[in-house]
């Protein structure tokens, strides 16, 4: 038996010791190759650098997967925007109020942990359903005073495990005014959702009563980006500019109205739905989204074979061309207004 062989034995042996995932298991599969790419990178020489970040990362998040996991199946929305608010600002009191309407319906809410627009995003929800996804930074080193303590508050290295977190974990993500890193975290949540890269979910900017921060931004959207080809015009659709709180909540909950989730199954797009859609409306569907329907058609029918989840819920099967989310988003929009059974 050569090295490499005895080696595999032994970290097999090894999972098996450490977890009851059973052979075929891809969950196993993928523990092992966790395993091997960590030793590769003992036997290639990188540097401490290097082998340093790749630790820390592969710890923040598996620390971060366990918190969230025990509150698996209720929605959550993240609140972004700036740690200088002060308390009397408009944009702090529209993100508390915000935050307090979401709170009514259930939603738990993920902030940056800091104080702000992220402490105003956990005055509704409260400690009980705060999420705090704290950045280590030597100008900001505590939490929020609601948070502060708490076995939600996660704290992070990198900023890339923590937008991941806040992303891979997020039913709606909502931006109030702040500088870069507000921006950042935005621009991130618009890329992955056009490109596919994370599940549609709703994107919602809010504003204090008078501040034009957001209007100003979609322009600059719209002149700029879109002005200039930069993107297309259903990008546009990936985002929604609230009004006030109430419209920010009513813009989420309106999403959510039919739509339940979805995933790609093999290479049809599967959209779980809370109620049945008329014959009607899947003629209407059909029609209005020919455009990113790849050949056949869109088609209603139970839970797939391969389905292990919400298995109780109706699906549209989306023959989708895997481009065009915007596109995608408009869809998800229209079964929002269809009649149901």
């Not at 740690?83 to 309407?101: C, H, I, Q, S």
């Not at 979609?218 to 080809?229: K, P, S, T, V, W």
């Not at 391969?306 to 988003?329: A, C, F, M």
Request: hydrophobic content about 35%.
């Amino acid at each position: 038996m050569n090295s490499k062989v005895s080696i595999q034995n032994q970290i097999a042996e090894l999972v098996s010791l450490s977890c009851d995932h059973e052979e075929g298991d891809p969950r196993r599969v993928m523990i092992i190759q966790m395993i091997e790419a960590c030793l590769k990178m003992a036997k290639e020489g990188h540097d401490s650098g290097q082998i340093k970040l790749a630790t820390y990362a592969l710890k923040e998040m598996r620390y971060a997967y366990q918190v969230f996991n025990r509150y698996i199946g209720i929605r959550k929305v993240s609140i972004y925007g700036s740690a200088r608010t002060p308390e009397d600002n408009p944009d702090y009191k529209v993100a508390a109020e915000f935050g307090r309407l979401m709170a009514d319906e259930n939603w738990m809410a993920i902030t940056g942990a800091g104080d702000g627009i992220m402490k105003a995003g956990h005055e509704g929800p409260q400690r009980e359903a705060s999420f705090g996804l704290a950045i280590r930074l030597p100008f900001e080193t505590t939490a929020n005073a609601i948070i502060e303590g708490d076995s939600k508050l996660i704290n992070f290295r990198y900023f890339f495990t923590r937008k991941l977190m806040f992303m891979s974990h997020s039913d709606a993500v909502v931006g109030c005014p702040g500088g870069f890193g507000t921006q950042d975290e935005l621009f991130e949540a618009l890329t992955l959702v056009q490109t596919g890269k994370s599940n549609l979910i709703p994107i919602v900017m809010i504003s204090g009563e008078g501040n034009t921060y957001w209007t100003n931004w979609a322009r600059h959207i719209h002149e700029d980006l879109l002005g200039n080809g930069m993107i297309s015009e259903e990008d546009e659709s990936l985002f929604h500019i609230a009004s006030s709180a109430n419209d920010a909540v009513d813009h989420i909950m309106q999403f959510y109205k039919i739509y339940h989730s979805s995933r790609y199954v093999r290479s049809d797009y599967v959209i779980r739905t809370n109620a049945r859609l008329t014959d009607e409306s899947i003629v209407r569907l059909n029609d209005s989204f020919s455009d990113i329907i790849r050949d056949g058609s869109i088609q209603q029918s139970e839970a797939l074979p391969s389905e292990n989840d919400h298995l109780d819920l109706s699906r549209l099967i989306v023959p989708h061309t895997r481009r065009s989310y915007g596109r995608l988003r408009q869809l998800i929009d229209m079964v929002n207004t269809c009649d149901t059974v």
